[in-house]
């Protein structure tokens, strides 16, 4: 009989709650020994347990040591899937990587390992790969395809700099992670060769064929313009300014609040700050941090800003997301 995958996500999910690691090992395992296959173990149960890791830590029921240790025995159980079934490579090589600066290693380990079960020759090369010492890897290797992870949208100017590195030595790219946006969009923006949305979507789009490499961009969008340029240089000054006004605001939330402003002034795309904006708000409301305080904190790091027009309107633009969420949590407050 196949087990209840549900509910052994829901076991998961308790043992990985506990950092208790040899149960979460001898489940994983048990379950594949049971007659449940490896790529399902990973795909419907560690990776959906490790998502409710993500949004328990959000709405603050678990402290950020409890969704590190959780994370990290969810490190511990893929690699025990990987050591408990070992296909032999039938097709062709790929190289698995984080993009630079993306420390959110989980994900593309398990399309790494999906992509082994698939047949495939893997190389993980790991968290925040920089992207020389990625093509120095290319070199003596010599793989058919990079499959590049990416969580974040703030590392997409370091991850377009690799797609270009690794298509101008032969080898295309395949872009992979919510950091390439829930449809792809900035994967095509930066020039990746194909998209996947998911470990298995990566594992039949490479099934396939090898990816092409794209058409040059008809009337393309600049990206990396002078803004950006001026935005990454300064990030350090222009947070200290707006510290000096904003005492009680922390540096970490403007650092990651002024991250996200400056990839979406690379990508061209306004969504990206205000959507982080208002998840923003929803994370800070769980703790019981206003949201009128990203509220000021905007309007001030806008004034910092005199002379960037377009982030100044993006700023503007969250303003508006934060001021929707101040309304939504008066109108849940009161009910």
Same mark, same amino acid.
């Given at each position: 009989?196949?087990?209840?995958?549900?509910?052994?996500?829901?076991?998961?999910?308790?043992?990985?709650?506990?950092?208790?690691?040899?149960?979460?090992?001898?489940?994983? !395992?048990?379950?594949?020994?049971?007659?449940?296959?490896?790529?399902? !173990?990973?795909?419907?149960?560690?990776?959906?347990?490790?998502?409710?890791?993500?949004?328990?830590?959000?709405?603050?029921?678990?402290?950020?040591?409890?969704?590190?240790?959780?994370?990290?025995?969810?490190?511990?159980?893929?690699?025990?899937?990987?050591?408990?079934?070992?296909?032999?490579?039938?097709?062709?090589?790929?190289?698995?990587?984080?993009?630079?600066?993306?420390?959110?290693?989980?994900?593309?380990?398990?399309?790494?390992?999906?992509?082994?079960?698939?047949?495939?020759?893997?190389?993980?090369?790991?968290?925040?790969?920089?992207?020389?010492?990625?093509?120095?890897?290319?070199?003596?290797?010599?793989?058919?395809? !990079?499959?590049?992870?990416?969580?974040?949208?703030?590392?997409?100017?370091?991850?377009?700099?690799?797609?270009?590195?690794?298509?101008?030595?032969?080898?295309?790219?395949?872009?992979?992670?919510?950091?390439?946006?829930?449809?792809?969009?900035?994967?095509?923006?930066?020039?990746?060769?194909?998209?996947?949305?998911?470990?298995?979507?990566?594992?039949?789009?490479?099934?396939?064929?090898?990816?092409?490499?794209?058409?040059?961009?008809?009337?393309?969008?600049?990206?990396?313009?002078?803004?950006?340029?001026?935005?990454?240089?300064?990030?350090?000054?222009?947070?200290?300014?707006?510290?000096?006004?904003?005492?009680?605001?922390?540096?970490?939330?403007?650092?990651?609040?002024?991250?996200?402003?400056?990839?979406?002034?690379?990508?061209?795309?306004?969504?990206?700050?205000?959507?982080?904006?208002?998840?923003?708000?929803?994370?800070?409301?769980?703790?019981?941090?206003?949201?009128?305080? !990203?509220?000021?904190?905007?309007?001030?790091?806008?004034?910092?800003?005199?002379?960037?027009?377009?982030?100044?309107?993006?700023?503007?633009?969250?303003?508006?997301?934060?001021?929707?969420?101040?309304?939504?949590?008066?109108?849940?407050?009161?009910?």
């Amino acid at each position: 009989m196949t087990p209840d995958l549900e509910a052994a996500t829901g076991r998961y999910l308790k043992l990985i709650g506990r950092a208790d690691e040899y149960g979460a090992v001898d489940l994983v !395992v048990n379950l594949i020994d049971g007659g449940v296959p490896a790529e399902d !173990v990973l795909l419907r149960v560690i990776a959906p347990g490790q998502r409710r890791v993500g949004e328990l830590w959000a709405s603050n029921e678990w402290s950020v040591a409890r969704e590190h240790a959780a994370t990290a025995v969810s490190e511990r159980a893929v690699a025990a899937v990987s050591g408990h079934v070992r296909p032999a490579p039938t097709r062709g090589r790929v190289a698995v990587a984080c993009a630079d600066g993306e420390y959110h290693a989980l994900p593309t380990r398990i399309m790494a390992e999906v992509l082994r079960l698939r047949g495939w020759d893997v190389d993980f090369l790991g968290a925040s790969v920089p992207g020389p010492h990625l093509i120095s890897h290319l070199h003596q290797t010599g793989p058919d395809v !990079v499959a590049l992870g990416c969580t974040l949208p703030t590392r997409l100017p370091r991850a377009h700099a690799t797609i270009a590195a690794c298509q101008a030595v032969g080898i295309p790219v395949l872009a992979g992670g919510a950091g390439f946006g829930a449809d792809g969009r900035y994967a095509r923006l930066l020039g990746a060769d194909a998209w996947a949305p998911t470990a298995d979507a990566a594992a039949d789009r490479l099934a396939a064929g090898l990816p092409s490499f794209p058409a040059a961009h008809d009337g393309a969008v600049q990206l990396g313009d002078e803004e950006y340029a001026y935005l990454t240089r300064h990030r350090a000054e222009l947070l200290s300014r707006v510290m000096d006004t904003l005492g009680e605001h922390t540096g970490e939330d403007l650092g990651h609040l002024a991250d996200f402003l400056i990839a979406a002034i690379y990508v061209h795309d306004a969504s990206l700050f205000t959507d982080f904006v208002t998840w923003t708000c929803r994370v800070l409301a769980a703790r019981n941090v206003p949201a009128e305080s !990203v509220v000021l904190g905007l309007n001030i790091f806008r004034d910092v800003l005199a002379d960037c027009p377009r982030a100044r309107v993006l700023l503007t633009e969250g303003v508006t997301a934060a001021r929707s969420c101040c309304a939504v949590r008066r109108t849940e407050t009161s009910v």
